[in-house]
């Protein structure tokens, strides 16, 4: 993992931005850093339709969550890198959120999460 900058040292802890990643190198409890201030914590990936990963994240604007569950198509990612933060992730909340998701046979975004973070705001005033 090849560092690019050392944002700095907060009480959510120290944040590193790292190179640019694919799907591929997402691992359950990565936390990703897209621009904005925008972080989303991966709780959950699963194969989705044909030979495509739905990537099940929940999502902090700074240290707000403003979303428990939202899943992503895999390539929908590509704006954000990898980061070191810790935040409160709320199990009980993402758990019921892909439950949901399941029984509905929901689909994945495949716009950006900073799209999907405007959506949010624009619905929600949030």
């Not at 044909?50 to 979303?67: C, E, G, R, S």
């Not at 959120?97 to 950006?112: K, M």
């Amino acid at each position: 993992m090849r560092i690019l900058k050392q944002v700095g040292l907060s009480t959510a802890g120290l944040l590193l931005l790292v190179a640019p990643l694919k799907a591929a190198e997402l691992r359950q409890g990565d936390w990703l850093a897209c621009s904005g201030g925008l972080f989303l914590h991966v709780g959950i990936m699963e194969p989705f339709g044909d030979d495509k990963v739905a990537v099940h994240v929940q999502m902090f604007d700074k240290n707000l969550m403003v979303a428990g569950h939202l899943p992503f198509a895999g390539g929908t990612l590509g704006e954000c890198r990898l980061a070191r933060r810790a935040l409160q992730f709320d199990a009980a909340i993402f758990q019921e959120g892909v439950q949901l998701w399941r029984d509905a046979e929901g689909g994945v975004y495949t716009i950006s999460p900073n799209e999907v973070r405007q959506i949010i705001r624009e619905q929600t005033g949030i």
